[in-house]
T-cell receptor, first 114, second 111 residues
Framework: GENVEQHPSTLSVQEGDSAVIKCTYS??????FPWYKQELGKGPQLIID?????GEKKDQRIAVTLNKTAKHFSLHITETQPEDSAVYFC?????????????FGTGTKLQVIP | DVKVTQSSRYLVKRTGEKVFLECVQD?????MFWYRQDPGLGLRLIYF???????EKGDIPEGYSVSREKKERFSLILESASTNQTSMYLC??????????FGSGTRLTVV
């Protein structure tokens, strides 16, 4: 089955700096890679996603890049703000099985220091 | 706005009790999921359902069962609660797309 590794597990940055979180996956059949943000006391919420037919996607201050050859994808947050503080999860969706067996990363706790 | 509602935010139960965690979605989604969230382990799939009365085991089904009698409701059952089932439980639903909608979670403590 798919194995997703996420690094780092914790990340502290100064407000205004950039933050990068990286995930690697094992199954070359995976073709959809979302990122979820979980704020304290809430469930994870989708913030950005990328499919295997593109290499980069941006949405304002967040971006995701995908390297299919190396089997890794990264979340980039620029000009970080205190409200970006949360736990971030990556995920990999394998083709087939109706996309039911998604594998999540172990999460990164991001702290933005004002 | 689409919504997944978990009936309890916090629960404290005794070892050996039968525990029911309820989840309701208002999006007419076919697929519903129960995850367990533990520090350092991320989200682990317990069970999922792709239709009414249908269920499939996830990665860690031992000690759990589920029920889906109606499309909007997916229940997780701990047959005999144990202390190692103390955790955060997240319910999610998904329609024909790939985006998951999660509930706010139920933090269960078994004493």
């Amino acid at each position: 089955g798919e194995n997703v590794e996420q690094h780092p597990s914790t990340l502290s940055v100064q407000e205004g700096d950039s933050a990068v979180i990286k995930c690697t996956y094992s199954d070359s059949a995976s073709n959809y890679f979302p990122w979820y943000k979980q704020e304290l006391g809430k469930g994870p919420q989708l913030i950005i996603d990328i499919r295997s037919n593109v290499g980069e996607k941006k949405d304002q201050r967040i971006a995701v890049t995908l390297n299919k050859t190396a089997k890794h994808f990264s979340l980039h947050i620029t000009e970080t703000q205190p409200e970006d503080s949360a736990v971030y999860f990556c995920a990999a969706f394998p083709r087939g099985e109706g996309y039911q067996k998604v594998t999540f990363g172990t999460g990164t706790k991001l702290q933005v220091i004002p | 706005d689409v919504k997944v509602t978990q009936s309890s935010r916090y629960l404290v139960k005794r070892t050996g009790e039968k525990v029911f965690l309820e989840c309701v979605q208002d999006m007419d989604h076919e697929n519903m999921f129960w995850y367990r969230q533990d520090p350092g382990l991320g989200l682990r799939l317990i069970y999922f359902s792709y239709d009414v009365k249908m269920k499939e085991k996830g990665d860690i089904p031992e000690g759990y069962s589920v029920s889906r009698e109606k499309k909007e409701r997916f229940s997780l059952i701990l047959e005999s609660a144990s202390t190692n089932q103390t955790s955060m439980y997240l319910c999610a639903s998904r329609g024909t797309g790939l985006s998951y909608t999660f509930g706010s979670g139920t933090r269960l403590t078994v004493v």
